[in-house]
Structures are given as C-alpha cells and as structure tokens.
T-cell receptor
C-alpha cells in the first residue's frame, strides 16, 4: 500500500461547479498535512495546510479526519484558473520527511 | 530574496554517463529535499537533509544515486551510470526548519533526459 493515496483523476468539471478531492495516508503517526497545487510543467506550490480543526481560504476548504486517516479538499465555484494538479502531502512525526501523493488532475471548462 | 535555484534546468545525457544536479536552497533554510517526478506521475521522495543531522536516504532507488550537502548550503544529487528509466524532472525543495507545518519551497527542477 502506498503511504499517501489520492483519488484517481482526471476530474472534468464546468465553471462554477463544486469539486472534492480525497487523500488517504497509511501512517497513523503522521503529524502535518498539506495540499499543494502544481500547474503544468511548473513546480508545486503550497495551496493550504490542513489543520485538525479544518480550515478555509476563500473558495477552498480543507479537512482532516485522523480517525479514518484521510484529508479532503473542497473547491467551490470552480474557475478556469483552478485547472491544475492537486497534490496531497503528509509529514512524518519526528523525521519530518514529507511524502506526496500521485496527484489529482482537475480540468475546469467553460 | 531569491528562491530555490536548480541547475541545470535541462540535461540530456547518454546512457551510462554520470550526471550531477545542483540545488541552492533559500538562505537560512536548514531542511532540503530531493524528489523525482516522472512524466504524469507524483513526486517520489529521494532524500532529506536537516541541518548537520545524518540525511534520510530511504527514498534513493539504487546505489547509483547519491547526494551531498555541505552544512546548510548547496546540495548536489549525483546519478552514476544513468539509465533510461532515470529520465524525469528532479525537484529540490527547502524549508525553514522542516518541522511541523513548515511549507516546502520548490525549485523549478532539472529535466533529465537519458538517451
């Protein structure tokens, strides 16, 4: 089993749609959780961190479920500019090694 | 302040040759990571440096791969006797301390093509 697994993509949605991505992790001792965004042929950039209490940044909401070992990302009112690959990342306790999922590709169309 | 810098941006080499990839982290960042990303795939962890601690080499795929970092400065990733399956983008990232919710800052990567 992979350490971090994500929904297979791609997701094709119309503008204005709401889309949700899930990510599961295998190490119950994992400490910190993130969503990164990667545009085509570009480096990943942090989208948002995922805290135990959940957090929201504009149209983006991230949630963590430690009991079930998954994190989620919800994008509301999708824009064309949201088209990208979304990478889930998990950081181990102690070692601080950050492991990424394979990414979920999102296409938002007009 | 400059971001993470990687060189070269592109490298084409022949099978069997050695290559050396360089990463300049953000000044003051103690944590440095190397990842490999094959076309259409996610980021594969290779190695992690944290200050003067022994590096976490658990992701290096074979003994042909090695990496060094002097203190909290430049790192080099060396691939010996390159194979075609080594073709990928090699991404370097740094973070302030590596712990907790410190985010990673990525360089733009080195595209390695092994012919």
């Amino acid at each position: 089993r992979k350490e971090v697994e994500q929904d297979p993509g791609p997701f094709n949605v119309p503008e204005g749609a709401t889309v949700a991505f899930n990510c599961t992790y295998s190490n119950s001792a994992s400490q910190s959780f993130f969503w990164y965004r990667q545009d085509c042929r570009k480096e990943p950039k942090l989208l948002m961190s995922v805290y135990s209490s959940g957090n929201e940044d504009g149209r983006f909401t991230a949630q963590l479920n430690r009991a079930s070992q998954y994190i989620s990302l919800l994008i509301r009112d999708s824009k064309l500019s949201d088209s990208a690959t979304y990478l889930c990342a998990v950081k181990d306790t102690g070692g601080f090694k950050t492991i990424f999922g394979a990414g979920t590709r999102l296409f938002v169309k007009a | 302040g400059a971001g993470v810098s990687q060189s070269p941006s592109n490298k084409v080499t022949e099978k069997g040759k050695d290559v050396e990839l360089r990463c300049d982290p953000i000044s003051g960042h103690t944590a440095l990571y190397w990842y490999r990303q094959r076309l259409g795939q996610g980021l594969e962890f290779l190695i992690y440096f944290q200050g003067n601690s022994a590096p976490d080499k658990s992701g290096l795929p074979s003994d042909r791969f090695s990496a060094e970092r002097t203190g909290e400065s430049v790192s080099t990733l060396t691939i010996q006797r390159t194979q075609q399956e080594d073709s990928a983008v090699y991404l370097c990232a740094s973070s302030s301390s590596g712990g907790g919710y410190e985010k990673l800052f990525f360089g733009s990567g080195t595209q390695l093509s092994v012919l």
